[in-house]
C-alpha cells in the first residue's frame, strides 16, 4: 500500500496519522491539530476546592471571589460581576445592552432570565433599508440601532429573586473602579481600532468618554469614568428605577432627540424581563440546560448535539470526517434557526419539533458522510468586528450561574449617553433587517424575526450548564461570538463529552464554525493541517480561515474534590477560584 492511500484510509477511518511530529505536551487527543498550534499553551485556567469565578476581565474575576468570600452567593456574585465588566471591559460589559442568565441552584430547578432588548415602540420592519431595499449601516452605528436597554432590569432582577446581600453593596465595587479608575491592560487598549475611535468622533458623548484630543487612552492609562460612576450610584439607590426613570431615563431620552433615536420614556417604563425554562438536552447521558429564545443559542446547540448524537461516536478529534460531520449537523441546525427562530412573545415556535431526537435523527440520515451538502440559496462573508462577554461562577454551596451580555458589535452603536457615561447597544441589527439580506454576522434569517415594536430580536447567546449521569453540576460556560457563539460552546461540549478532553484541552482545542448561510466551513487560524483542508473541499466543502477566533469561552468544569476555571486564550480573561 502506498503511503498516500494509507494515509487516505487512515482518513477515511477518522484515525489520527501517524509519524507527524508532535509537540511533546500536546494530549494523545490533539494527534490531528497541526503542530504549531498554540492556545493550550496559552490557556489560563486554575483549580480550587471551593467556588470559581471566570470572566472575561482579571478585575471583574476579583470582584467577583470578593463577593463570594464575603459571603455573597453565585447570583450576588454575578450581579457584581455583571456591572464591574459595565466599567472594566468597555467594549461588551454594558449597562445599555442586554443578555441572558442560566442559573441551577445547588438543589433545585434550572431557571433563565431573558433580559434582552427590545424594539423601540416606534420601530418599523423596514426602518434600516434606504429607498432601494438596500439595508444601510444605521442598524449599527449610531441612535436608530439601539433597542430599548435589558441589563440593568435583569441583574436587578435576578438580585431580587436570589440575591442575599444588598444591591448597593455589589455595585460599590464597579462605582470605584468608574470612579477611581483602573489601568487599561494591553487587550482593553487594543480594542480601541481606528475604525472604532473613528465612529466615537461622531458623538459627542463618546467623544467626551473615550477621546483626549482625539486619541484614546493607551494601555496602562488609569481610565476614569466620572459619569458612569454617577449613574451606577443612581442604580445602588433605586434599583431598576434608577436607570428606568429619573435623570438617567431623561438622559438617554435626550441623547436619543438630538441624534434621531426612537427610545422614549415610555419605552424605558415598559421594558420587562422575562423568566423562562431553559432549552433541556440530553447528550451521552450528560443533561445540558441552555437559553430559550429570544436567543437561538440553546435550541441550535441542542438540535446540533441531538443530530451528532445519532453516530454512535465520533470519528477522531479534527479528523477530516469529524470537521465533516459537525459542520453538516451545524448546517442543519442553523438552517432551522435562521428560518424558524425569533421571540417566542410574538411568533410560534416548533421548539419541541425542533428539539425532538426522532427529527434530528432525520437530519442525521440526510448527512453523505463523504460529501458536502448544500445549503439552498446564496450568502456572503461573515463580517468582523464584534463582541460580547460572557462569564461563569460557581459558589462554595454549588449553586451555578451562567451570563452572556452584550452591546452587540464592540462599544454597541459607538454612541455613548452623554452625561450618563455609558454605551448604547446595537443590538436592532440582530433582527431580519430585509429578507435576504445578511447582518454583521452574515446570517440571513426570516420572517420569525422581523421587527415589531416591542420584539426581541434574535440572539445566539448560549450561557449554559451541564449536569452529568450521577445529576451532578459538571460544566458551566459560554462566550462571545455572535452565531459563533453556539458552535464554540457546542464543540467545547462535544470536545468535553465525546473526546474526554480535560477543560483545558477543551477549550484550548481548534474550532470551526458553519452557520448553513454562507455555505462555508469556517476555521481559526492554524486550526487544521492543509491535508484536512484539502480532502474537505474534495468532499465538496468551501473551507475558509478566519482572521479571528470562534468564540472566547469562560469555563468552570467540576474535578475532584473540586473546580477548574478555565479562561480563553483567545480573549483576556482570568478565573479567579478559593
Ligand atoms: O445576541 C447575539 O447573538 C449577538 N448580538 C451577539 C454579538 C456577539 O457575540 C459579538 N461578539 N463577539
Redesign the pocket.
Known amino acids: 500500500m502506498t503511503k498516500r492511500i494509507a494515509t487516505m484510509l487512515l482518513a477515511a477511518l477518522g484515525c489520527a496519522p501517524a509519524g507527524q511530529p508532535r509537540p511533546a505536551h500536546f494530549p494523545p487527543s490533539y494527534a490531528n491539530v497541526p503542530s504549531n498550534w498554540t492556545m493550550l499553551d496559552r490557556t489560563k485556567s486554575t483549580i480550587s476546592s471551593q467556588a470559581m469565578v471566570v470572566t472575561e476581565h482579571p478585575i471583574a474575576s476579583q470582584v467577583g471571589a470578593r463577593i463570594l468570600r464575603a459571603g455573597g452567593n453565585a447570583v450576588d456574585a454575578a450581579v457584581a460581576v455583571g456591572f464591574a465588566l459595565a466599567v472594566v471591559h468597555p467594549t461588551?460589559g454594558n449597562i445599555g445592552g442586554g443578555g441572558f442568565m442560566v442559573y441551577r441552584p445547588n438543589a433545585g430547578e434550572v431557571v433563565t432570565l431573558d433580559f434582552?432588548e427590545k424594539a423601540p415602540a416606534a420601530a418599523t420592519a423596514d426602518m434600516f433599508q434606504n429607498s432601494t431595499g438596500q439595508l444601510t449601516e444605521t442598524s449599527v452605528i449610531g441612535h436608530l440601532a439601539s433597542g430599548v436597554p435589558g441589563s440593568v432590569a435583569g441583574l436587578t432582577a435576578a438580585h431580587e429573586r436570589y440575591g442575599s446581600m444588598a444591591l448597593s453593596a455589589l455595585i460599590e465595587p464597579a462605582i470605584q473602579l468608574a470612579e477611581e479608575g483602573f489601568a487599561l491592560d494591553a487587550s482593553r487598549a487594543r480594542a480601541f481600532t481606528d475604525t472604532k475611535v473613528e465612529r466615537f468622533m461622531r458623538f459627542e458623548g463618546s467623544r467626551a468618554k473615550f477621546l483626549t484630543d482625539g486619541s484614546p487612552p493607551a494601555e496602562g492609562t488609569l481610565f476614569v469614568q466620572p459619569d458612569l460612576a454617577r449613574t451606577l450610584g443612581l442604580i445602588a439607590d433605586s434599583g431598576a428605577a434608577g436607570f428606568y426613570r429619573g435623570p438617567v431615563a431623561d438622559l438617554i431620552v435626550a441623547e436619543m432627540e438630538s441624534g434621531g433615536g426612537l427610545i422614549t420614556h415610555q419605552d424605558l417604563l415598559d421594558y420587562q424581563v422575562a423568566w423562562r425554562d431553559p432549552v433541556e438536552v440530553s447528550y451521552r447521558n450528560h443533561t445540558i440546560y441552555s437559553m430559550p429564545p429570544s436567543?437561538s443559542g440553546g435550541v441550535t446547540m441542542g438540535e446540533t448535539l441531538n443530530i451528532l448524537e445519532g453516530f454512535d461516536s465520533l470519528p477522531f478529534f479534527a479528523s477530516t470526517p469529524q470537521i465533516h460531520l459537525t459542520a453538516e449537523a451545524m448546517r442543519r441546525s442553523f438552517i432551522d434557526r435562521n428560518n424558524n427562530l425569533g421571540d417566542p412573545d410574538f411568533v410560534d415556535l416548533p421548539l419541541d419539533r425542533l428539539l425532538s431526537k426522532d427529527y434530528a435523527a432525520g437530519l442525521n440520515r440526510t448527512i453523505n458522510r463523504n460529501a458536502a451538502s448544500v445549503t439552498p440559496e446564496f450568502g456572503t462573508q461573515l463580517r468582523e468586528g464584534?463582541?460580547?462577554t460572557h462569564f461563569s461562577i460557581v459558589d462554595a454551596d454549588g449553586n451555578a450561574v451562567s451570563v452572556t451580555t452584550?452591546l452587540?458589535?464592540s462599544y454597541g452603536s459607538s454612541v455613548v449617553v452623554s452625561g450618563a457615561g455609558f454605551l448604547l447597544n446595537n443590538?436592532m441589527d440582530?433582527f431580519t433587517g430585509a429578507p435576504g439580506q445578511p447582518n454583521q454576522?452574515g446570517l440571513i434569517q426570516g420572517e420569525a424575526n422581523a421587527i415589531r415594536p416591542g420584539k426581541r430580536?434574535?440572539?445566539?447567546?448560549t450561557p449554559t450548564i451541564v449536569v452529568d449521569q450521577d445529576g451532578e453540576l459538571f460544566m458551566i460556560l459560554g462566550a462571545?461570538?455572535?452565531?459563533?457563539?453556539i458552535t464554540a460552546v457546542t464543540q467545547v461540549i462535544s470536545n468535553a463529552i465525546d473526546f474526554e478532553m480535560s477543560l483545558v484541552e477543551a477549550v484550548g482545542a481548534p474550532r470551526i464554525h458553519h452557520q448553513a448561510l454562507p455555505d462555508q466551513i469556517f476555521y481559526e487560524p492554524d486550526a487544521l493541517n492543509a491535508k484536512t483542508i484539502r480532502q474537505l473541499e474534495r468532499m465538496g466543502h468551501t473551507v475558509v480561515e478566519r482572521d479571528g477566533y470562534i468564540g472566547?469561552i469562560s469555563a468552570i468544569m467540576a474535578v475532584e474534590n473540586g473546580w477548574v476555571g478555565v479562561a480563553d486564550p483567545r480573549g483576556g480573561g482570568t478565573p479567579v477560584g478559593y
Do not use: V
Open positions: 461588551a434582552r436567543s464584534d463582541n460580547t452584550t452587540n458589535s443590538e440582530d454576522f430580536m434574535l440572539s445566539a447567546m462571545p461570538g455572535g452565531p459563533r457563539i472566547i
